[in-house]
């Protein structure tokens, strides 16, 4: 919790005091490999913080997965779109890793929001961050190419491409996983 707390105060600026106000509304699950986090179908309440793991957040159409993203150490994770519109869930957000994840309620949430004037800001700062990297992503999947798509995830967190299967990876990037194995040929080529 250390290091969230040190995340928090980075990512919005915060005090100690106000950075464990923030936490202390938060409840610590332990999740193993495979167990969802949030299921489709479901409207979101809930608000996660990744302390250790990785989850894969996928849509599924015709039997079939499409990754829309990954979170991992220190990342928020919820369907967002859920949890603003009180709308089920059309995505599943699944553990890739044994987990710890700290949660928060939506009535936790609104609750510290009323005590709490500095929420407001952080929920502000929360939606621009999120869509800035919406617009960053989706810019991305119409200009760039496959393997400047892959090495954008790469700069992100190296140690994904290792922490994550290939054939996720290709549908993250909206490629064939032979892509994924080209673009690495590629890089390990260089000089």
Same mark, same amino acid.
């Given at each position: %919790? ?23 509304q ?12 949030m ?13 250790k ?17 990954? +979170? ?35 009535e ?13 800001? %952080?929920?502000?700062k ?20 496959a +393997? ?6 790469? +700069? ?13 990876? +290709? ?21």
């Amino acid at each position: %919790m250390k290091e969230l707390k040190k995340h928090v105060r980075t990512l919005f600026d915060l005090s100690e005091k106000e950075a464990e106000i923030f936490l202390s509304q938060f409840t610590r699950v332990s999740l193993s490999k495979n167990d969802v986090f949030m299921p489709t179908g479901k409207v979101c309440h809930t608000i996660g913080l990744i302390e250790k793991g990785l989850m894969k957040c996928v849509y599924h159409r015709n039997g079939e997965e499409t990754v829309f993203e990954f +979170a991992y150490e220190n990342s928020f994770i919820s369907d967002y779109y859920s949890f603003v519109t009180l709308t089920p869930s059309e995505k599943e957000i699944r553990c890739l890793e044994d987990t710890i994840v700290h949660t928060i309620s939506r009535e936790s949430l609104e609750k510290l929001g009323k005590e709490h004037v500095f929420i407001e800001s %952080m929920s502000r700062k929360i939606n621009e961050r999120l869509f800035l990297r919406m617009h960053e992503r989706l810019k991305s999947m119409l200009l760039d190419p496959a +393997a400047e798509r892959y090495q954008k995830l790469v +700069a992100e967190r190296q140690d994904l491409t290792q922490r994550i299967p290939q054939y996720l990876i +290709a549908s993250y990037l909206n490629v064939k996983p032979e892509t994924i194995s080209r673009i690495r040929k590629k890089i390990s080529n260089r000089p």
